[in-house]
């Protein structure tokens, strides 16, 4: 393949995309079996959905039917009925003729109810209070005990609800019950008190009928409003098919909830039987791509590849290795210019190194000239001790404050524990007092969990300087500042009060937009310049979670709060220069 290297690297990707045509050949043929296996699918979905909506129609009619019946009987709207549900709410036999009249009179009635749901073969049962069957069919005589499980199960419904029909299924089978019934509790109009309970039953086999379409592979299930299976009609382990073609369509009138289920397999088979045998010879032509594409990225590679190897022996510090330049195409025109590079790259190492020689023998001249902070550190203590001995205790502690800031201050670059660093704003704001001859009160409130967390040093300082230079500026009487901390999630919320003058509502508005990196800090280049580089320092330190916002408090003064991510572990170890004592 040697004639290929008269071609440039240009040309040789071209006969690689003639190449790639297989790709889109086979990806518009996967989207073809794709798109006709949906249609096919949503044509069976919509099928199905209405064969479902036929069914619900009919369950609907007979649903009627049994309102239709539980009304007539539970509203009295034959005065004649009612009396005779008033005389038979107690009777347990034909004790007398009475019973007799009006058990004649329930039964015509019933009778007459019965009709209109002869296609449904509804059983229909009227049972007075002593759970005596009143009204039954042929397997029920009459003055017969109910079914202890009957009423085992019709016992869970609320036997207050007077309007509503109730349901609940009645048989072994879980799946399929015997009977699906519903229950109406009627009572006496005139003084409420329960007269007897209308059983209406549908029957396992009337759901099956209404299931039954004919179709095999279809699965057809009824499941009432809690989830429970009424009727079920096709596979009785439907994991078996895998997954399913799912419609559904619910009955508004009692909440059920009619579902087909078509396995997704009946319907692929199909479908991909016809795609066979596309796909075998598209697969064919991939392997033979797959195969070609390798050794054509090989070949084509290898250049790239000597480049490569090339850079990690520079890296590896062998300064003298250079790329051999074959032929006119790009690879050669970019390795011809990578030795160039490197050519120039050695230049720029040998003058860096000038400039760094040169660049620490001139700090060495500084560090010689240079006061050691230790120096001052331990004349500042001399003078402390001297001024205690002497009895002025004031300027004593000045000297101590300063200097316990002097000592955060020649390590400002490490991180320090909270608790340290409310100790290091005591003693600023010790300073400051002095300074601007206030007697401010300093309260830091956090427990020992919130004070081991690791902070970069003096962050919080001007917020406190902020307090003082202008919240006290007015001099109030009683100036005071208050900083606590506590954990909030993954968060740590640290707000700094304090009784100042406090700001105006635009001002404040202005401020949190400046916090927050929205406002155009060259309208504003001397304000607040303290708070904005805190600001912008938590957000490079901790990312964009990490904010600092202020609020004006209810009564006077100003609030700063610091939101700040925080983890389990602590990264850095606090370390203080204490031989300066």
Known sequence: MKWLSRFSFHRRLQFTFLILILLPFIVVTFWSYTSVRDNVSDKIARSNEETLKVIANQIEKTVDSISFVSVYFSEAYDPAVLESLRYLKTAADFENYGVYTHYNKLKSAANILS????????????????????????????????????????????????????????????????????????SDPLNKQKLATLYVGIPSHYFRNLLDTGNNANILSLADQKGRSIAFMGETDPAKKGPFLVSEVRIPKVGWLLTSMTPRNSIDGHIYR??????????????AFLILSMLWAGYINKPISLLRSSVKQYVG???????????????????????????????????????????????????AAQIRPHFLLNT???????????????????????????????????????????????????????????????????????????????????????????????????????????????????SISDNGRGMPDDKLQRLNRRLQGTEDETLWPEKGVGLVNTARRLQV???????????????????FILHIPVTSEKEVVPLDESDAD
């Open 274 to 287: 016809e795609f066979l045998v596309s796909i075998s010879i598209v697969g064919l032509f991939f392997l």
């Open 380 to 494: 500042l203590n001399s003078i402390k001790v001297d001024l205690l001995l002497s009895g002025d205790e004031n300027h004593g502690s000045m000297i101590d404050a300063l200097m316990k800031l002097l000592r955060v201050y020649v390590h400002v670059d490490k991180p320090l524990e909270l608790a340290e660093e409310c100790k290091v704003l005591g003693s600023y704001v010790q300073v400051m007092q002095i300074r601007n001859r206030l007697d401010i009160d300093f309260e830091c409130v956090l427990d020992e969990k919130v004070g081991a967390v690791m902070l970069p040093r003096l962050l919080l300082q001007p917020i406190v300087e902020n307090a003082i230079s202008h919240g006290f500026s007015a001099r109030p009487a009683n100036p005071a500042i208050r900083l606590e901390a506590s954990f909030e999630q993954d968060m740590l919320r640290i």
């Open 115 to 186: 009709v209109q749901s002869l296609d449904a073969d509804l059983q229909i049962m009227l049972v007075n209070r002593e759970n005596r069957i009143l009204i039954g069919n042929q397997n029920s005589p009459t003055f017969a005990e109910v079914p202890k499980q009957l009423l085992q199960e019709s016992g869970k419904l609320n036997d207050q609800e007077k309007i509503s029909l109730q349901w609940f299924p009645y048989g072994s089978d879980t799946a399929a019950p015997d009977y699906y019934y519903a229950v109406r509790f009627i």
């Open 541 to 559: 330190l901790y990312g964009y979670r990490a904010r600092l916002t202020a609020q004006a408090r209810t009564d006077e003064g100003m609030t």
């Open 317 to 367: 510090g062998n300064r003298s290795v250079r790329i051999p330049v074959k032929g006119k195409d790009e690879v050669a025109v970019l390795s011809s210019a990578f030795n160039q590079m490197l050519d120039d790259m050695n230049q720029l190492l040998i003058q860096v190194e000038s400039e760094q020689e040169e660049k620490r023998r001139l700090e060495l001249q500084a560090l």
